[in-house]
């Protein structure tokens, strides 16, 4: 192979490894704004995700416009403000969303629905009223123009409705009486002065400036003529004049400290010189700092911290030696559990118990008398558009048998809970002896895409 030749495809697999190399950097950020889910204190771009999210608190984004990502696992932002009504009359409907931030899948919707009303009647457009008499003509010579006009009472609209059609009408006029005498430019005048005493390095040339006046003939008073078309002045450039002041402008930064952490992301202090260019021709020295914070890159995790697992279900109520208790006032105990998961070597525990205790009664399927609850709030919309309904019940509640509510231990006076689930029924409503359901349609939803 000729030295061309292998020179070529050197360079061809140099330019494909750093494409490749790069394909997954980010623009990398200390933070993660829980309520809006926006990135904040910028870090620096070119930094491959892996490192970024060697911190779970960092955050990044793939190009300038993405959406901010979090490098912690899923977890849903607060929700966001209620919309505005999805329409001005009658009933139509809220939404307000929130956003999954993280690696991974949140469970439950982005988007909650719920029905509103702007005003209770929609808009009701009126009539116009007969057109009034033609105005004087616009013009004091040759044609000009005249107009009419009406008004939308006849009805009045109602409820912010309006009138269909125009307001006003326009026609051409004639006056019958002769035009003005129109200006036109008399002779230039003398070159003024240049407007600067130097040229710069790139051949920019100053200029001189002359000007005319609309007087060959001027415009007549009465009637009155249009003044002259076109510039009242003109330009031209300025040569042999010496070069001006020429200001420094920085130079590249420079490493000049060491990174401010010891895992992830962090800080470094950079300089620049003023030498590109240095002042020249009297120029001023640049202005601004020669120092300032820069990003760099440990490329090591940062500690991190356990956090609880939600709580095991409690243990089924019993007591030691399996005594009976069951449908009885005999108390036992339940037990439940959590795990702390997540901590890293050198990550700290979590703070609290893993495990809970408490005294209970056993009512699982024992049978007691119930009683209708009230009616609940209405819920939201099933569909945050298209057609959705509402709905709202009434649940068959158990009276719970008049145990002790607390109970005297070997250490402290104990509060006791129910536990289990009992067979309980009402009196029948519209043949149902459990729960009652109630639904609506919710209206004006937006249409969906």
Not at 5 to 34: P, Q, R, W
Not at 216 to 229: D, R
Not at 262 to 270: D, I, N, S
Not at 312 to 326: P, V
């Amino acid at each position: 192979m000729s030295p061309v030749c292998l020179l070529l495809v050197v360079a061809i697999g140099l330019v494909f490894t750093l494409h490749f190399a790069k394909s997954d950097d980010v623009m990398c950020y200390e933070a993660v704004n829980e309520k809006t889910g926006e990135c904040e204190e910028y870090l620096g771009d070119g930094v491959p995700k892996e490192d970024c999210c060697l911190n779970s608190k960092y955050g990044f984004r793939r190009e300038t416009h993405d959406q901010c990502q979090s490098c912690r696992s899923a977890e849903w932002t607060e929700w966001g403000s209620w919309s505005l009504c999805s329409v001005s009359c009658e009933e139509g409907v809220h939404t307000r969303r929130r956003t999954c931030l993280g690696q991974g899948n949140c469970p439950g919707n982005s988007v909650e629905v719920k029905t509103c009303m702007v005003r209770e009647c929609c808009p009701e457009n009126g009539g116009w009223s007969i057109w009034s008499l033609w105005s004087p003509c616009s013009a004091t010579c040759k044609t000009g123009r005249t107009q009419r006009t009406r008004q939308c009472n006849n009805p009045r609209p109602t409820c912010g409705g309006r009138c269909n059609g125009p307001e006003k009408e326009v026609d051409i006029c004639e006056t019958y009486l002769p035009c003005p005498i129109h200006g036109q430019w008399g002779n230039w005048g003398p070159w003024q002065g240049c407007s600067s005493t130097c040229k710069n390095e790139l051949g920019t040339q100053p200029i001189q400036k002359r000007f005319r006046l609309c007087n060959n003939p001027e415009p007549s008073h009465s009637p009155p003529g249009n003044q002259c078309n076109g510039n009242v002045g003109e330009n031209r450039v300025c040569d042999n004049l010496p070069f001006c002041a020429v200001d420094g402008e920085w130079g590249a930064w420079r490493r000049d400290s060491e990174c401010s952490v010891t895992c992830a992301v962090g800080r470094v202090k950079e300089k620049r010189s003023c030498d590109s260019p240095s002042p020249r021709y009297g120029g001023r020295y640049c202005e601004g700092s020669n120092t300032r914070n820069a990003i760099c890159n440990t490329k090591v995790p940062c500690p991190v911290d356990g956090q609880w697992t939600e709580w095991e279900s409690w243990s089924k109520c019993s007591r030691l030696a399996n005594d009976l208790i069951r449908c009885r006032p005999r108390v036992g105990t339940q037990v439940r559990k959590r795990k702390c998961d997540g901590t890293s070597p050198d990550g700290k525990w979590c703070e609290g118990d893993y495990r809970q205790s408490r005294t209970c009664y056993d009512i699982d399927n024992c049978r007691l008398n119930g009683t209708w609850s009230e009616w609940s709030s209405w819920g939201l919309c099933s569909s945050p558009c298209g057609w959705a309904e509402r709905t709202r019940h009434r649940d068959c509640l158990g009276v719970y048998p008049d145990y002790p509510k607390q109970v005297e231990g070997a250490i402290a006076i104990t509060e006791v809970v129910f536990s289990g689930t009992p067979r309980v029924s009402c009196n029948s409503i519209d043949g149902e002896t459990k729960r009652l359901e109630e639904r609506v349609e919710c209206k004006n939803l937006p249409t969906c895409t």
